[in-house]
């Protein structure tokens, strides 16, 4: 099952840019995991396999940003103590969910957790959608599965955070059908125990896209990647399970992403529903 937790936060210090990277609030999630388990902490730590996780990059509580729309990946000024914050956490394997379960059911809002230099609180933690936080869900395998129209042909993605992918020895941010849909394809069958054989995508083409490559930096390197709004339909004669199966997969993208570094809060995007996917399509 995965899962997709918001945890709301409230800095006790300043946070300097520097410490708002990828990289650090990903050594934070790790300080949290050690924190009920050292032992799975060092192992995800460690591993140099594709991660069971995903993190977004810190978010203030912004009036004036649509939540589900548009987030931030880079802060230029300090996030002052006292702001409300937010950082969701995406959890694909079900044994990494329970073994952290201890953690979400005993967290002290006093206590402080580091990030750089800063301390920080956790005051909640969210895992169903919200009117003013949609980045909060859990849902089953089988019910992305069940519940996937198989004759809607349209799929309307947003990318929220840069998304990039491998190719060869090199990325490349143009999110192609099959870039996109490969990705989430070896997620869903890494995790999900109902595996899609024989699924390709040379039916889906994009119909409608309003993208553009942004760069985020950091001490370390540089990451191009894609955000925006794209439309991918399907084409031609596809039978009704294919159609089942790619809904399905464009439904799992809110909580896997896409392509590289979605440890390190790069590759989010969710599925635009009703309207907003009529609007593109």
């Known amino acids: 099952m995965p899962y997709s937790l918001v945890l709301n936060l409230v800095p006790l210090s300043p946070i300097s840019p520097k410490y708002l990277s990828g ?24 591993s140099q396999s594709e991660k069971s996780f995903t993190l977004s990059p810190l978010q203030t509580c912004s009036k004036n940003r649509r939540v589900g729309q548009s987030l931030q990946w880079e802060h230029s000024q300090p996030i002052s103590a006292g702001t409300a914050c937010w950082w969701r956490i995406s959890l694909l394997d079900e044994s990494l969910f329970s073994k952290l379960t201890h953690l979400w059911l005993n967290l002290n809002p006093e206590q402080p957790w580091h990030l750089g230099a800063a301390d920080l609180k956790i005051t909640s933690v969210l895992a169903t959608p919200q009117s003013t936080q949609p980045w909060a869900n859990t849902c089953s395998y089988s019910q992305l599965y069940q519940q996937a129209d198989h004759r809607d042909r349209s799929m ?8 990039a992918f491998r190719q060869g020895k090199f990325d490349t941010s143009l999110p192609t059908a099959e870039s996109v849909f490969n990705s989430l394809l070896n997620r869903w069958n890494k995790y999900s125990g109902i595996e899609f054989r024989e699924l390709n995508f040379t039916s889906i083409f994009p119909s409608y896209f309003n993208i553009k ?8 390197s540089k ?12 084409f ?5 399970e294919i159609v089942q199966k790619i809904n399905t997969l464009a439904d799992f993208a809110f909580y896997c992403g896409v392509g590289r570094k979605t ?3 790069m590759g989010m995007l969710r599925r635009l529903q009703g309207i907003e996917n009529r609007k593109s399509s």
């Open 156 to 163: 309307t993605l947003i990318f929220v955070t840069p998304a």
């Open 23 to 46: 990289r650090h609030l990903h050594a934070l999630f790790l300080t949290l995991v050690s924190s009920v388990d050292k032992q799975l902490g060092d192992y995800l730590h460690d």
């Open 223 to 234: 990451f191009i990647g894609c955000v925006g709004k794209i439309n991918y339909r399907l």
């Open 236 to 240: 031609g004669d596809v039978e009704p």
């Open 213 to 220: 490559t942004e760069m985020v930096a950091d001490s370390r």
């Open 263 to 265: 440890p390190m809060g």
